[in-house]
């Protein structure tokens, strides 16, 4: 298991958190998501085995959110 910790800007407010946890909660591998609109973080426990960070990212900005460097 793999803990991802990003920054992401876009988010503001608890409908953000929960439509970033939907999309990466859908995606093969996540174990766990935590979004955070106040802090501008998102935290993803995520099986490497079956998806990786590139993929998390892309979910993300495809949501209409910009991933910015870890957090």
């Known amino acids: 298991m793999e803990q991802l910790n ?3 800007s876009g988010m503001t407010c608890t409908g953000c958190e929960n439509r ?4 990466l909660g859908d ?3 996540v174990r ?3 979004a955070d609109h106040q802090a ?3 935290t993803v426990l995520l099986d490497e085995s079956q998806s990786g960070e590139p993929a998390v990212r ?3 900005e495809q949501a ?3 991933v910015r460097e870890a957090a």
């Not at 970033?20 to 999309?23: A, F, G, H, K, Q």
């Open 20 to 23: 970033i946890e939907r999309v």
């Open 40 to 42: 501008g973080a998102v």
């Open 27 to 29: 995606l093969d591998g």
């Open 32 to 34: 766990h998501v935590n």
């Open 64 to 66: 209409g959110y910009q």
């Open 58 to 60: 892309s979910r993300i």
């Open 6 to 8: 990003l920054s992401v």
